[in-house]
């Protein structure tokens, strides 16, 4: 083989390699235009609901919701998460629901009593939601430890980050989703609240 084609070989597998990570980095993120913005899937799948009852994006409307990928060996994930814990004390009571979405790397990721562990050591006090089947991962076609989705009152995602960083940029997502106007109740749920009424009055 001539010199000329190892030469030539070498400048594609460089090509590829650049390529790869590339393709690899994760993506920007951040603002979703309006008119691209879709409703949130719900939690799917979830093998354990820890720090928390089960918990349904459909009734958590009027309230903003921070979803976060996390596994508690990803460096990324520790180094993110104080973050995550400060927002959720800043802002539980203000209408910020933060869930923890535990999406396992390993195996042995998968243990309850592992999470738990973790749970208990890093003192995280928001709802953590177990993935193992990555039922939830899938639903919101995630590929990153960590990511960051929030979700406005109206329930539609409008906000995303990927791994570290831009953390004064997401709090300031989290300020502006919070002063929003809640949604106006369906007429559905109207109609449910005034026949409840009478029945609550005659208790």
């Not at 919101?140 to 990927?162: C, E, T």
Request: aromatic content about 10%; charged content about 15%.
């Amino acid at each position: 083989m001539s010199i000329r084609s190892n030469a030539v070989l070498a400048v594609a597998a460089i090509a590829a390699s650049v390529a790869v990570l590339t393709f690899a980095a994760p993506p920007p993120g951040g603002d979703v235009p309006a008119s691209a913005a879709q409703q949130a899937p719900e939690f799917q799948n979830i093998d354990k609901w820890l720090n928390s009852e089960p918990l349904k994006l459909q009734e958590l409307r009027g309230k903003v919701v921070l979803v976060d990928f996390w596994t508690y060996t990803c460096i990324n994930c520790l180094n993110h998460l104080p973050y995550v814990k400060d927002w959720n004390a800043k802002y539980k009571d203000k209408g910020l629901v933060v869930v923890g979405v535990h999406t396992p790397e390993f195996a042995y990721e998968k243990s309850t009593k592992n999470v738990q562990d973790a749970i208990k050591r890093l003192q995280i006090q928001h709802a953590v939601a177990q993935d193992n089947s990555y039922g939830t991962w899938k639903a919101f076609n995630n590929q990153y430890w960590p990511a960051v989705y929030l979700i406005d009152k109206q329930g539609k995602i409008v906000y995303s980050h990927f791994g570290e960083g831009s953390y004064g940029t997401t709090e300031k997502k989290i300020q502006a989703l919070l002063a929003e106007p809640s949604p106006s109740p369906s007429p559905a749920t109207s109609a449910a609240a005034a026949a409840a009424a009478p029945a609550a009055a005659g208790e």
